[in-house]
């Protein structure tokens, strides 16, 4: 079964330092991996993905991620962390095309100015 | 992105009423989608697989009798929640599209 670890609870950072969140994956086949972000009671906004192609990918609001195949991760980063940043991130797989993601427990990151 | 609409953004209903959702995909059409169900500060959970023109597929434990689903038309998905507890008081979201989903904006329903 296709399943997704988030570690961390919580990651703090202050204002413009770099900033990573943690996520391991579990799936069968190659993976389909997602970012989302969330604000308190709104819907999830979506930040990057990995299909294929390049290990690092780029996303919106200066957001990256890097595949790591041999490791199972995809853990997201920004190079400077704005206070704006302060939200709750989720990582996703999904094992092929058309099924349902399936969620990492999330992580809340604080970024403090 | 494509956008995905859903209300309303906040119900509150008595026990024993039952509450429509709806989710609608703006500007593309949408054979499938998802049902998604989160409670505070925690992960989402899927709940089902809504079909155009098919009955919906459920997950492990989610009553398909209470969390009723109809997906009628290429944009339009509703979730019904019939007989309300107040333990079915949650963050509902619907998502859509792929490769990346693009989800709704959820709805707090409150159970009194």
């Known amino acids: 079964a296709q399943s997704v670890a988030q570690p961390e609870d919580q990651v703090n950072v202050a204002e413009g330092n770099p900033l990573t969140v943690k996520c391991t994956y579990s799936?069968?086949?190659?993976?389909?991996l997602f970012w989302y972000v969330q604000y308190p009671n709104r819907g999830l906004q979506f930040l990057l993905k990995y299909i294929t192609g390049d290990n690092l990918v780029k996303g919106s609001y200066g957001f990256e991620a890097e595949f790591n195949k041999s490791q199972t991760s995809f853990h997201l980063k920004k190079p400077s962390a704005l206070v704006s940043d302060s939200a709750l991130y989720f990582c996703?797989?999904?094992?092929?095309?058309?099924?349902?993601?399936?969620f990492g427990k999330g992580t809340t990151l604080s970024v403090s100015s | 992105g494509a956008v995905v609409s859903q209300h309303p953004s906040r119900v509150i209903c008595k026990s024993g009423t039952s509450v429509k959702i709806e989710c609608r995909s703006l500007?593309?059409?949408?054979?499938?989608m998802f049902w998604y169900r989160q409670f505070p500060k925690q992960s989402l959970m899927l709940m089902a697989t809504?079909?155009?023109?098919?009955?919906?597929?459920?997950e492990q434990g989610v009553e398909k009798d209470k969390f009723l689903i109809n997906h009628a038309s290429l944009t339009l998905s509703t979730l019904t929640v019939t007989s309300a507890h107040p333990e079915d008081s949650s963050f509902y979201i619907c998502?859509?599209?792929?490769?990346?989903?693009?989800f709704g904006q959820g709805t707090r329903l409150t159970v009194v």
């Open positions: 500007d593309f059409q949408a054979t499938t």
């Open positions: 799936v069968s086949g190659n993976p389909y």
């Open positions: 809504s079909n155009e023109g098919s009955k919906a597929t459920y």
């Open positions: 996703a797989v999904r094992a092929q095309a058309g099924t349902a993601l399936i």
């Open positions: 998502s859509a599209r792929t490769p990346e989903a693009f």
